[in-house]
């Protein structure tokens, strides 16, 4: 079967493109989507995409990938840097998740520079914009295949 992927984008990412794009660069959400659903297409993979500004539903998303899917990728948006529910929402589903931020966090305010998600997360890409995302499905499948044919 295709590999299945969640990307979760959180709160606030809703607003991309309009939002502090000197940051966060021009792309809208639907077009960071579209690209990303473009890329999926073209490798056989599937993806779910959802985006919410609520804790619990993105804790609820985690929580049922666990029943089908083979990895995330998350941008948790300012959530990264206070949920503690959310970090312990991907530890307990043992799935291989990446975080992603679209701007450099560690290049920005102190707030930002620390990640409650990060030591739960297989890693972090952040600071590329929304190729960032691409970068990390990339990653999630280039292990996918590699268990799946070892050794080629
Ligand atoms: C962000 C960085 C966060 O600090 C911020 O709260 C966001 C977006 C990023 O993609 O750069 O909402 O996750």
Do not use: K
């Not at 931020?101 to 305010?109: K, T, V, Y």
């Amino acid at each position: 079967m295709n590999p299945q992927y969640l990307v979760i984008h959180g709160p606030n990412l809703n607003l991309l493109g309009m939002r502090e794009p000197e940051i966060y660069g021009h792309e809208t959400l639907e077009e960071i989507n579209r690209r990303l659903r473009v890329w999926a297409e073209q490798e056989g993979v599937s993806l779910r995409i959802i985006q919410s500004n609520d804790e619990g539903a993105i804790i609820d998303a985690i929580q049922e990938a666990r029943t089908w899917a083979r990895g995330i990728v998350i941008n948790a948006g300012a959530y990264t840097h206070t949920s503690y529910a959310i970090r312990d929402a991907l530890a307990a589903i043992r799935l291989p998740a990446i975080e992603v931020h679209l701007s450099n966090i560690h290049a920005r305010e102190a707030f930002r520079r620390r990640s409650l998600i990060a030591p739960v997360c297989l890693g972090q890409i952040c600071g590329l914009g929304w190729r960032g995302y691409l970068l990390a499905l990339q990653a999630l499948l280039a292990r996918d295949r590699e268990e799946s044919a070892p050794g080629e």
